[in-house]
């Protein structure tokens, strides 16, 4: 299984880069990569998304992503992996999900930049093992083994029952929520705007992550969790998996692969009482490249912008 290299950042992808600083840059595409994704514009977009929907988070993402990234940049990791993102979205996430589940209190910024800094070290391990082996790409690993960790230190959020009226327009807006839910976002507007980011930056992917969310509303409207399809919890990591290989052309029925393996692996992480994260994503895409890899001949690459193994790439 081959894994190509970043993108070369001295090559844009779009002209977002030209008028960007490269801090800003790695920054933004630091964003996009939880969607595998290396556009700095898509970046924006989910910022903004944070900033519109759930301002309350967007210190704790931001102080997380400048972890990771000035931890790359004080321990000298490559530019071209610094630049493309890929030492920051770990950090998003983990901010995302501290400043979600612990309140707000002077020992939260520092969690929060420890968190960062580490993931981003680990996933430079991990990317100098994908890089001399077949070893699996790490997607967001870190953020999910550290969320674990630390999810045991939290207190949960009041669990209440909030009553969804199952109506057109919800079942509308079901399938965006599940685009903003991939970072802890359950506003149509933030899943309209990560969406349009996503259209931006591939249109092929924006399709396949389109049809997952639409097919984890199914999924679970089927299982009859309404709720959870109305708010868009049963697509996000049926999102990702596809994401994850919708750059295939030779093999075109992967991204469909993906979909259904995450859906069906949902339930096991509930069921042994563990936090679902992005698990779900991960483990079915770990198992997707070992199949092929034990039983296929041609590679599989993940999109043309994803984490560690190529340029770009929760719950």
């Not at 894994?3 to 996009?32: E, K, R, V």
């Not at 901010?95 to 612990?102: K, M, N, Q, V």
């Not at 790490?138 to 674990?148: E, K, Q």
């Amino acid at each position: 299984m081959d894994f190509p290299l970043p993108l070369d950042p001295i090559m844009p992808a779009n002209h977002f880069n030209t008028h960007c600083p490269d801090w800003a840059t790695a920054l933004f595409n630091g964003f996009s990569q939880i969607f595998l994704q290396r556009h700095p514009l898509f970046g924006l977009l989910c910022l903004l998304a944070i900033l519109f929907t759930a301002p309350a988070l967007l210190g704790g993402a931001l102080l997380g992503g400048v972890a990771g990234l000035l931890t790359a940049q004080r321990r000298n990791y490559a530019k071209a992996d610094r630049q493309a993102g890929l030492f920051s979205y770990n950090g998003v996430l983990l901010g995302l999900l501290l400043s979600l589940y612990f309140p707000w209190s002077a020992m939260l910024p520092l969690l929060i930049l420890a968190a960062g800094g580490l993931s981003a070290m680990i996933t430079q391990q991990w990317l100098k093992r994908v890089r001399l082996s077949h070893y699996l790409p790490a997607y967001t690993a870190p953020f999910v083994g550290m969320g674990w960790l630390l999810l045991c230190f939290a207190t949960p959020p009041s669990a209440t029952a909030h009553l969804i009226e199952i109506n057109t327009l919800n079942m509308l807006a079901a399938p965006l929520k599940g685009f903003g839910q991939v970072m802890f976002l359950g506003h149509p507007l933030a899943g309209a705007m990560i969406a349009a980011g996503l259209l931006i930056a591939d249109r092929r992917a924006f399709c396949w992550a389109m049809l997952a969310s639409v097919a984890g509303m199914g999924w679970s409207l089927l299982h009859h969790d309404f709720y959870t399809a109305l708010i868009g919890l049963g697509g996000y990591n049926a999102i990702l998996a596809a994401l994850a290989f919708s750059s295939q052309r030779q093999q075109p029925w992967l991204p469909a692969v993906g979909i259904a393996s995450a859906l069906l692996l949902t339930p096991m992480f509930a069921a042994i009482g563990l936090p679902t994260l992005t698990a779900p994503f991960i483990l079915a895409c770990w198992l997707i490249r070992t199949l092929v890899q034990m039983f296929g001949k041609t590679s599989v690459t993940a999109t043309p912008c994803a984490l560690e193994e190529n340029q770009p790439r929760l719950r």
